[in-house]
């Protein structure tokens, strides 16, 4: 498997969000069911996985794991997109959804008026996330 770049994002108190090259977001097993590793990572893994040219859009495909113990009801990360020339093209919302713990989830977004080619950057800016509480 190729190289993809890979967010990762706190979501206790303040964000702390780097990028670092990575191989494999998941593990195989040897009954070659997929998880996201032994135990939890307390943060949310977010991957660039394709962007597919639209007409006038371009469509990006992330591949995310909740890395807490429990589920995340609602992420929605503020995403700032920098065309190539690394100038702010916009700030726009991508709602994830429900995270359950541990399993990835591909989500995609469209963005109308730009073209991948003209993409050059993506910033997590920051997070609203609702987990669900432990107890009744």
């Given at each position: 498997m190729g190289t993809a770049k890979e967010?990762?994002?706190s979501s206790r108190g303040r964000h702390d969000i780097g990028i670092r090259e990575?191989?494999?977001?998941?593990?195989?097993?040897?009954?070659?069911?997929t998880n996201?590793?032994?135990?939890?990572?307390?943060?949310?893994?977010?991957?660039?996985?394709?962007?597919?040219?639209?007409?006038?859009?371009?469509a990006l495909t992330f591949l995310v794991v909740n890395g807490f113990a429990e589920p995340i009801d609602k992420v929605v990360y503020e995403t700032v997109l920098?065309?190539?020339?690394?100038?702010v093209d916009r700030l726009t919302l991508f709602d994830f959804g429900t995270l359950p713990p541990g399993r990835p989830r591909v989500r995609q977004f469209s963005v109308g008026g730009m073209t991948c080619a003209n993409l050059g950057q993506i910033l997590i800016n920051g997070s609203h996330t609702d987990?669900?509480?432990?107890?009744?």
């Open positions: 967010v990762e994002a990575r191989s494999a977001v998941a593990a195989q097993t040897d009954e070659g069911e996201a590793g032994p135990e939890p990572t307390n943060s949310v893994s977010i991957q660039l996985n394709a962007m597919k040219e639209g007409d006038n859009s371009c920098f065309d190539g020339d690394g100038q987990m669900r509480s432990c107890s009744p």
